[in-house]
């Protein structure tokens, strides 16, 4: 179950949110929203439970793995687990690392799942707007779309606060236009997402 604080600065955002999250249709790669709870402090989400880590641990991990094995003093390595202030969570890896038939069969089965998933939002149009590692979550080569707390179902939207700005599409980030589409800023950052892995 997952706590939403009703104080929040789209407080009145949520139930709508909310609401398009449970107007989704069953689908192997996306969370279930099974029910909702209404407290007068918090509105509680009763979420489909997926062990397993966000796809952005995933990646640290992969990263961390490399690092330490090119790195012969392992002092010298520091781990932490953060959101990169650039896309950029792999590109210090040597290419034969990065390239690997496994790792890159891996990559593929990932990203046709994210795919997937972002896709049968689109046909239920349904929009995201936070697509990015840390709302995937992976489970033995299985991926999950979560946090709908940013969806629309608008297909032009004028809302430029639309996910984490590494991720984000270059609109929302430059503030270049009065409106975008919240379907091709989805795209976008799944093109940043896969170009981290």
């Known amino acids: 179950m997952f706590p939403a604080p009703r104080h929040r600065s789209s407080d009145s955002d ?6 398009i999250h449970q107007s989704l249709r069953l689908h192997p790669n996306i969370v279930t929203l099974y029910r909702t709870l209404e407290t007068s402090s918090f ?25 330490l094995d090119s790195n012969p003093n392992p002092s010298d390595s520091i781990s932490t687990s953060r959101t990169p202030p650039t896309p950029s969570l792999l590109s210090n890896l040597h290419p034969s690392q990065l390239l690997s038939r496994t790792r890159l069969r891996l990559i593929a089965s990932m990203f046709a799942q994210m795919c997937d998933a972002v896709a049968a939002c689109h046909a239920q149009n349904v929009f995201h ?14 991926v999950k779309l979560t946090d709908f707390g940013l969806s629309t179902t608008d297909l032009e939207s004028s809302d430029m606060d639309c996910g984490s700005a590494p991720y984000m599409s270059y609109e929302c980030r430059n503030n270049v236009a009065p409106t975008y589409s919240p379907r091709a800023a989805d795209v976008w950052s799944l093109g940043i997402v896969l170009l981290n892995m």
């Not at 949520?14 to 609401?19: D, N, S």
């Not at 707007?129 to 299985?142: A, L, M, T, W, Y």
Request: no cysteine; hydrophobic share 40%; net charge negative.
């Open 43 to 67: 509105l509680l989400l009763l979420l489909e439970y997926v062990p397993g880590e966000d796809l952005f641990y995933f990646l640290e991990q992969a990263r961390d793995h490399y690092d």
């Open 129 to 142: 707007r936070d697509i990015k590692p840390e709302n995937f979550i992976e489970r033995k080569v299985v």
């Open 14 to 19: 949520l139930p709508r949110q909310v609401t």
